[in-house]
């Protein structure tokens, strides 16, 4: 069975400091894809990075860079230079490359960002 | 353009009656999804379509059905509501032709079966 998890429901980080959100996953398929998504309080989701199972370096977005470790099946969120405007919540999925496009999200970690 | 509209934004149900959630996507793409995000799971999979035509079950079908019988609507049917249907409702889209496939999101339903 496929399945994230988040074990941080929630984190705090001072403004400009870096922090690491973690996600680890369970599948069986060789060939994933691992997201990560924002939704501030007004309630939408913002897609931020991806990474495929198969890349051989962790993916980078601006701020936003994904330490990805296959072998511990790990995908964890690093926010470098965090800004008050990073609070929010942030979940981390998956979705295996076979079986159509089916998405499986974890349970969101809370960050909130000190001034 | 909008992207992907749901309608209604919010919606008091009372237990027994049916509703349909509406998602309307003008970008095309064609993969369509339903989750339900709940205080503490996160967002959970109830149907999805890869394609206008086909649909799928995701972690959490009971009690909700759909339908994609073309490339721009995806329905959400809840033929005898329950309390515990009680959720927030995002429909979401997807082209599986970009390198990511990454989902878009819609704004969001809010449902309260009482």
């Known amino acids: 069975a496929q399945k994230i998890t988040q074990t941080q429901p929630g984190m705090f980080v001072q403004e400009k400091e870096a922090v690491t959100l973690d996600c680890t996953y369970d599948t069986s398929d060789p060939s994933y894809g691992l997201f990560w998504y924002k939704q501030p309080s007004s309630g939408e989701m913002i897609f931020l990075i991806y990474q495929g199972s198969y890349d051989q370096q962790n993916a980078t977005e601006g701020r936003y860079s994904l330490n990805f470790q296959k072998a511990r099946k790990s995908a964890n969120l690093v926010i470098s230079a965090s800004q008050l405007g990073d609070s929010a919540m942030y979940f981390c999925a998956m979705r295996p490359n076979t079986g159509g496009f089916k998405t499986i999200f974890g349970a969101g970690t809370r960050l909130f960002v000190k001034a | 353009t909008a992207g992907i509209t749901q309608a209604p934004t919010s919606q008091i149900l009372a237990a027994g009656r049916s509703m349909t959630l509406r998602c309307t996507q003008d970008?095309?793409?064609?993969?369509m999804y339903w989750y339900r995000q709940d205080l503490g799971l996160g967002l959970r999979l109830i149907h999805y379509?890869?394609?206008?035509?086909?649909?799928g079950k995701g972690e959490v079908p009971d009690g909700y059905s759909v339908s994609r019988a073309n490339t721009d609507d995806f329905p959400l049917t809840l033929a005898s509501a329950v309390p515990s249907q009680t959720s927030v409702y995002f429909c979401?889209?997807?082209?599986?032709?970009?390198?990511?496939?990454?989902?878009?999101f819609g704004p969001g339903t809010r449902l309260t079966v009482l």
């Open positions: 379509s890869n394609t206008a035509g086909t649909t």
């Open positions: 979401a889209s997807s082209d599986s032709r970009k390198p990511y496939n990454e989902q878009f």
């Open positions: 970008m095309r793409h064609n993969a």
